[in-house]
Structures are given as C-alpha cells and as structure tokens.
C-alpha cells in the first residue's frame, strides 16, 4: 500500500522561504527538521519585510508612481511654465518700452505778429521769447537730447524735411508708419499774443483769447492699449512742459508786468494739449473681440479635425481597392460595386467636410458681435465682409491643424496645437501692440493670428486699411502650404494603407488556398486507410510510406 505524499517546489536560488503571512509559526515544521524557538524567531525577524517592502502591498498609489508617471509630471510642469511665461511676459513692464514708439514731431509756427500789439509790451514779449517764436522754444525742450522730454517716446522732427504738411502728416500716421503726431499750428505764437490786449479791440476778454494749443494725432484702431498707454506719457510730458513754461514766465523779471497784462485764463494752462482720434474704438469689447473671435474659432477648428480624423468613417479609402476596375462582373444582387477613389479626392473630401464646420462656428462667432448694441463697421466695409475675413482665417486654422494630426497623430496634436494657439494670441499683438513688447513675441508676425486680428480692426474701425490685402495674402499662405503638405502626406498615407490592405488580401489568399488543398490531401489520405483496412492490401502501402504506418501507429 502506498501513502501519497505532499512535496512543495523550492526555488534553487533561495535555501529558505519566509513563512507565508496565512501560516502559523509555532505548528509549521518541515519534514526531518526540528528548529528550536529561538533560533525560528530570529530567522522570522530576519525574513519578515519591512515597512518600505510591505507598503506597496496595501496601497494602489506606489504602483501607479512608475517612470511614466514622472515624465508626465515634468511634462505637464513644463506645459504650466510655458502658459503663464508667455502670457505674463508678453505684457509684463510694457512702461519701460514706450521710449520705442515713434512719434512725428512737426513745428509749423511762423512766430509772434506783433502788428496789433501795443508797442510798450513789444520788447517784453521779444525779451521773454528770445526773438524765438513760442513753438521754436517748445521744440527746443522737446528735441534737446539731455531733456527729459526727449526720452519718453521716440521723437521724430520732420520740420526741416520738405514736402510735409497737415495732412500729408495725418496720411503718414494712418497708413501706420507713425504711431502718432505732434503738431504745432501756424499760429501758436499769435494765439499766445490773444492774451495781451491789443491795439484794435483792447483789453482781452475770454471771448478773444484763443488757446495755445499743440495737436496730438493717433490711430486708435490700430492698438487700444497701446495708444492708451502712450497717449498718457505723451499728455502728462505735455503738462510738464506747460507747467515749465509758466514757472519761467513768473520768474522771470518781467513777472508783475505779465501779470497784470495778460489775461487770467492764460495761466490755468499757458500751453493746451488737444487730441485728435482716428478710428476711434467706441466699444471696448469689440475691440476686445478683434483677438477673442479668433482664439475661438482656433478652438472650434480642433474640434472639427479631430472629430473628422477620430470619428468620420475612413473605410471609404477601401472601397474598390480589391475590384478588378470597370469589368467588374456585376455579383448576384444587381448592384455595380462602387469604383475606387482617388486618395486625392479624399483628401480634399475631408478638407471640405472640414470648411462646413468653420462656416458654421463663424457664424456663431459673428453673429455675437453684430447684434450686440452699438457695434462698429469702418466705412468701407460690410457685416459681410467681415464674415468672410473670419471664415477665411478659419480655413488657415484648419489647414494648420490638419498639418499637426498628420505629423503628431489624431491623439496627440491637440496639446501643442493649444501651445501654439497661446503663443499666436500673445505675440499677434492683440492686446499690446509688438513695439512695447519683449523682441521675442515678435515672432507672431510669421503666423496668420497677427494678421487675422490687424485686418478685423480694419473692418472695424477703419485702422491701416491700406494693409488690408497684406492681411489676405498672409492668411492665405498659411492656408496654401500647410494644405499642400498635408495633401502630400495623407494621399501617401491612404495609397500606403490600401497597398497593405492588398498585400493582405494576397496573403490570406494564398492561405487558404493552402487550407483548402491541406483538407483535400486529408480527405483523400482517410479513403486510402479505410480501403486498407477493408480489403486487407497495407503491406504494399507500409512498404511504401512510413508516414502513412506512422500515422496509422499515432492513431
């Protein structure tokens, strides 16, 4: 009689195991092996994990704490300092730059007509003036290299150049090579001489004092922020000159005389600073809406290609990849199978399935600010208008992004697509113009975000309408060669696709073409046993084939 044994597997790299945590320590023995307590309890402690070995096994954490995991925590981490570097730096400090913005300077005063001056206060006024007309002493201050008047923008003298005038200069600054003017008219010395009384009419009265007064010329359209930012350097610099000037007035020797003879209303503010807007921004939204409406549709346009490269049917690349062509016979239910389409069809197929939805997210996003209250249009263009500009930026979006799925995958482009969505928006000068701005950011101009928003304040406002057509252009660069690319690209992806998919077809031909031929093979080998067996004739078969006597031995 034989008794069953129990026998456990040791492995060889170990000569002994820990108890397991289920086993009692006090009855486990081994075979022919007594231990004392003692020397069990010391190999227990010695055994028996520690803290650091056993925490994995109560806790999911440390499991899901793998390589991985850390890389996407550097990842992500990276992400976050890129965000917030670009969308603070680009507006951080823009104060200490506004020294870069041009402003034309242009004295057209020819100087003081004393005709109707009494002739007592002639000399106090050539005394006071240095024989200089009022707008060459302000022109001084302002052009003087060591003033500090010099420094807060980047002034431009144009008053010796010839060919300039009024409006020669305004044309200068709404076709955006300058940002603003500074003009001081013909009469600004005769103005200041309105204060004093005069030879025909006497005393001056508030009636005919006529202000001294400088023109201060800007494009709102062109940059809100900016202007507003430059327009209240350039006026506080203007009350400082002011201010100047009248503390040298009423120090200077002729202090009592000045008082008593010009009129009251001359020192509230000797020299007035005016502003003449152009292309006024009478919404601030819509000015806000100019670089909003297009992070937007940005989004919009993600949406839409990945949805159309994750979830639109691509077995249309298949079908008639397998067909013979047109002589096809037609199969048993009457129907002609469909002919196999150009991989270029396709591609172009989608794109447009692509457009349908950016006209359709344009229409949302136009629609809001035409119906809100009190919106804007420039003179020369139209609801309309605008509606194309929009949806044609929207087909350079598209055209991008279909670029960043061919190369980065349907599942992976859309994290450097918000990337570069955040850059577009902070370096296409949308909220504060490139000119007090870090250099970096200016490498917005090369994308077609910088654009798209210039030629909406266009629309709007009317601002640097004649870049207009450089806008178009950009856009459409962006549209065309990232098109191409990826027309390229996809048109050999889906050639690729259906050469594999014949290669397949061919080898699962061929397959069972075997399959068939291996099952005939063994029909035929199981009718020849079964004769053999019957008739008694398998010594000449055994002779013959050995595999045939070994098959029938397995068997």
């Not at 440390?62 to 925590?73: D, G, M, R, T, V």
């Not at 302000?138 to 420094?151: C, F, K, R, W």
């Not at 204060?195 to 494009?219: L, N, Q, R």
């Not at 940059?223 to 201010?243: D, G, N």
Request: aromatic fraction near 12%; glycine fraction near 6%; charged fraction near 15%.
């Amino acid at each position: 009689m034989t008794t069953q044994q129990d026998f456990t597997v040791v492995p060889l790299d170990k000569e002994k195991q820990a108890p397991t945590e289920y086993q009692d320590d006090s009855t486990s023995t081994s075979p022919g092996n007594v231990l004392d307590n003692d020397t069990s309890n010391d190999d227990d402690k010695a055994q028996r994990p520690t803290l650091r070995e056993a925490f994995p096994r109560f806790l999911v954490l440390p499991h899901l704490l793998s390589k991985n995991a850390w890389i996407l925590f550097v990842a992500t981490s990276v992400v976050m300092i890129i965000y917030t570097w670009l969308y603070l730096g680009s507006l951080w400090s823009p104060l200490t730059r506004v020294q870069n913005v041009e402003i034309v300077f242009y004295n057209a005063d020819k100087g003081f007509d004393y005709s109707t001056t009494p002739q007592q206060l002639v000399p106090l006024f050539q005394g006071i003036t240095r024989n200089s007309s009022l707008g060459t002493i302000v022109e001084s201050q302002i052009m003087d290299p060591a003033g500090t008047l010099n420094h807060v923008v980047n002034w431009v003298d144009k008053t010796q150049e010839e060919g300039w005038d009024y409006d020669s200069l305004v044309d200068y600054v709404d076709k955006g090579k300058s940002w603003g003017l500074l003009y001081i008219p013909a009469n600004f010395s005769n103005n200041f001489l309105s204060f004093a009384p005069s030879t025909t009419s006497g005393p001056a009265t508030a009636a005919s004092a006529k202000p001294v007064a400088m023109e201060y010329v800007f494009d709102q359209g062109r940059s809100y922020a900016t202007h507003s930012i430059v327009e209240k350097y350039v006026s506080k610099s203007m009350e400082a000159l002011s201010r100047g000037f009248e503390n040298n007035l009423l120090t200077s020797p002729a202090n009592q005389t000045l008082l008593q003879v010009m009129h009251p209303t001359f020192w509230t503010q000797s020299i007035r600073f005016t502003e003449t807007v152009m292309h006024p921004v009478l919404v601030y939204g819509q000015n806000f809406a100019t670089y909003v409406v297009f992070i937007v549709l940005w989004i919009g346009s993600m949406l839409a290609v990945y949805s159309i490269c994750k979830f639109l049917p691509n077995t249309i690349e298949t079908v008639g990849v397998l067909t013979l062509g047109p002589d096809e016979p037609v199969p048993a239910g009457g129907k002609k199978p469909l002919p196999k389409f150009p991989a270029i069809r396709i591609v172009l197929a989608r794109h447009t399935v692509s457009m349908m939805f950016s006209l359709l997210h344009t229409v949302f996003i136009w629609m809001v600010p035409q119906v809100l209250h009190g919106h804007q249009m420039a003179e020369n263009f139209s609801g309309g208008y605008a509606f194309a500009f929009i949806w044609f930026t929207g087909w350079s979006f598209i055209s991008m992004q279909f670029l960043l799925a061919h190369l980065l995958g349907v599942d992976g482009f859309q994290i450097p697509a918000t990337m570069l969505m955040i850059l577009m928006f902070t370096a296409s000068g949308g909220v504060l113009d490139w000119i007090i701005m870090p250099g970096f950011f200016r490498v917005g101009k090369a994308f077609p975000f910088s654009y798209a928003v210039r030629g909406l304040r266009t629309i709007y406002f009317g601002s640097l309408e004649n870049k207009m057509w450089i806008n178009w252009l950009a856009i459409f660069g962006w549209i065309a060669l990232p098109g191409l690319i990826t027309l390229v690209m996809a048109r050999s992806e889906i050639r690729q696709r259906r050469e594999n998919m014949r290669r397949t077809a061919t080898v699962s031909t061929e397959t069972s073409k075997y399959t068939h031929n291996s099952a005939e093979n063994i029909v035929d080998y199981q009718k020849e046993r079964k004769n053999v067996l019957e008739t008694g004739a398998g010594s000449n078969l055994v002779l013959a084939g050995g595999e045939h006597k070994a098959r029938w031995r397995d068997d």
